[in-house]
């Protein structure tokens, strides 16, 4: 069965980048689309992204100009930088897998999920 | 942005009560609306994709219906694990998003 592991700094400074890896294990990162999701404590989920894993991308236009999305096949894990911090990027980040494979994100759902990790944002 | 609207925003209900949750779309997804479970200090976890499929593993007192704009979630008898905060969330076009959630409480 397949698992998402989020791994990264807990603690990041205002302007400074955010930078998580999500591994995968129990299963091949080919031929799905992965995603990172966002959720500020105490509130509500934020798409931010999702990358296939040929390497094409996609991007809550919201965050884009600050948020590249990567993957690495030979480690079977993806990676999220956000650059530009401030306090309002303190949130939980979770990683998590399109349910069916195939070459569109679209007409998908997310599961399985990875355990999340808070990063908060403070000098 | 297709905007995600949930009503109501939290609900007070007992067990074995029957209770539906609604997801509102700003325009036209078909069917593609998911809903998830979220406990505290976990990830959201999905039980029902494509707006009435019960995902594999959940109990069927849990269902979906609806297409278009109009969405419903309701779980017919209410068991204490239940208790927890749903979200829908589109997966028509990008940006992907979700509703502000319903938080269920025991009455």
């Known amino acids: 069965q397949v698992q998402l592991q989020e791994s990264g700094p807990g603690l990041v400074k205002p302007s400074e980048t955010l930078s998580l890896t999500c591994t995968v294990s129990g299963g091949s990162i080919s031929n799905y689309y992965w995603n990172w999701i966002r959720q500020p404590p105490g509130k509500g989920l934020e798409w931010i992204g999702s990358?296939?894993?040929?390497?094409?991308?996609n991007s809550n236009p919201s965050l884009r100009s600050r948020v590249t999305i990567s993957v690495d096949t030979s480690k079977n894990r993806f990676s999220l930088k956000l650059n530009s911090v401030t306090a309002a990027d303190t949130a939980v980040y979770y990683c998590?897998?399109?349910?069916?494979?195939?070459?569109?994100?679209?007409?998908?759902?997310?599961?399985?999920w990875g355990q999340g990790t808070l990063v908060t944002v403070s000098s | 942005d297709i905007q995600m609207t949930q009503s109501p925003s939290s609900l007070s209900a007992s067990v074995g009560d029957r209770v539906t949750i609604t997801c509102r779309a700003s325009q036209s997804i078909s069917s593609y609306l998911n809903w998830y479970q979220q406990k505290p200090g976990k990830a959201p976890k999905v039980v029902i994709h494509v707006a009435s499929t019960l995902q594999s593993g959940v109990p069927s007192r849990f269902s979906g219906s609806g297409s278009g704009t109009d969405f419903t979630l309701t779980i017919s008898s209410l068991q204490p694990e239940d208790f927890a905060t749903y979200y829908c969330?589109?997966?028509?076009?990008?940006?992907?998003?979700f509703g502000q959630g319903t938080k269920l409480q025991i009455k």
């Open positions: 990358i296939y894993y040929s390497g094409s991308t």
């Open positions: 969330q589109q997966s028509f076009s990008t940006p992907f998003t």
């Open positions: 998590a897998r399109g349910a069916i494979p195939g070459a569109t994100g679209l007409y998908n759902w997310f599961d399985p």
